[in-house]
């Protein structure tokens, strides 16, 4: 599906220059001369680079068309995850490469979306929000005010992330699975 570079969102999956491309960041540009355009820098699902590109908005990029079906994930072995799919309960297997550090926040029984390109599976899309429970942090510094100061924490797996200073050991706190950043305590 042809879609103006002007549509181009964070996350979407576009077929160019015969490879498969994640959208990583997109900023759209109005110069004073010259016409407007989107900086796009994305991810290759296939080989696992890296590309900066520039389209003019008049320009139209393929949108790869994916299946988008939904699976809870059921264990992990060394080399991969397995999902079930709860509709008919057939099982898949996909290589920790594709998910890389964000493999860590699955969970039993979690429902994440898998994208298929020619039935093949592409990348696991997790759900925006995810409970997570406090390992350990340090201390807050008393005095310290300054509204934009976190202190590092680690999450119970393993995790490193960025923490108010108000939060503490043990506490629950809401994570976004896009970022990797702390949203809320709960």
Request: include cysteine.
């Amino acid at each position: 599906m042809k879609i103006s570079a002007t549509e181009i969102k964070v996350g979407m999956i576009l077929e160019h220059k015969n490879d498969l491309w994640e959208v990583l960041k997109t900023n759209h540009v109005k110069p004073g001369k010259g016409g407007a355009f989107a900086q796009v820098e994305m991810k290759s699902l296939l080989k696992n680079t890296k590309l900066n590109e520039r389209f003019r908005s008049n320009e139209t990029i393929e949108k790869a068309s994916l299946d988008e079906i939904k699976f809870n994930y059921l264990y992990d072995d060394e080399t991969n995850f397995y999902f079930m799919n709860p509709q008919d309960f057939e099982q898949i297997n996909i290589s920790k490469n594709i998910l890389g550090e964000k493999g860590k926040l699955l969970k039993e029984n979690l429902e994440v979306t898998i994208n298929f390109h020619n039935e093949n599976p592409l990348n696991v899309v997790l759900p925006n929000q995810i409970k997570c429970k406090i390992e350990s942090t340090d201390a807050a510094i008393k005095g310290q005010t300054v509204s934009s100061s976190y202190k590092p924490a680690r999450l119970e797996n393993n995790i490193n992330i960025q923490v108010p200073p108000f939060v503490e050991n043990g506490d629950m706190i809401i994570l976004d699975t896009r970022t990797m950043e702390y949203v809320k305590k709960v």
